[in-house]
């Protein structure tokens, strides 16, 4: 329908997400630093550059970006800087409005919880899940170090929505129960290990779990 430049001379475009509220907001990270947001038109087929945030990350990769669940003035990124950072776009986005600096690595993916609006998933080369509050990124609600770098995470959207599939490559695919144990005055958030999913490989070849989706029609699949 339409075809645009997104990153300045031969840089990637790395990420694209769309938004929850709207589905004609669209959000992407690129290999220049560089986060934009987009407004499709349906009726005219066309696709316009609403925000370009130039120096968003200080390295080249920023791997992703997602839209806040709830509000989609509120946008996400993480780069290859170890950073994830939090957008108004309301105000003028010279700086974010929050930094967190725990992943130990690059950032890889961002998605937010489907229900639990201040709940965050976040994936890293560093190879753990982290669940975040949105509120204050820095607050780490718990994590999991799956054995592999991070480079997809969905949440399960029907049926089960505490269920994480992450495709962890060299660690295969993975889910990840995400809940709470214990009784009221001393419960516990955590991410546990439901399923996993090694065989996806060739033989005499290294392959690498990068993409990994929940089965629309069938949820559990």
Known sequence: IETTKAAKSSKPCLSLSWSNSQNTMICTSQGDKSISTWQFSEQGGTLKRTNHIAEAHEIDEVWTCAFDRENESILYSGGDDCKL???????????????????????????????????????????????????????????????????????????????????????????LSYGTSGDQKNSKVSLSLEARYDDHRTKDVETLAYGCHWGVINPML
């Not at 709940?119 to 899940?129: F, I, P, Q, R």
């Not at 204050?136 to 718990?142: A, F, G, P």
């Open 85 to 175: 950072k939090k957008w108004d776009l309301r105000i003028k986005c010279e700086k974010p409005v929050m930094v967190a600096e725990q992943h130990e690595a690059g950032v890889t993916i961002i998605n937010p919880h489907p229900t639990n609006e201040f709940v965050l998933a976040t994936g890293s080369y560093d190879e753990k899940v982290r669940i975040l509050d949105s509120r204050y990124l820095r607050r780490e609600i718990c994590s999991y170090k799956t054995g592999g770098g991070i480079w997809r995470l969905r949440w399960q959207t029907v049926g089960n929505e505490s269920l994480l599939l992450v495709a962890c490559m060299r660690a295969g695919f993975q889910v």
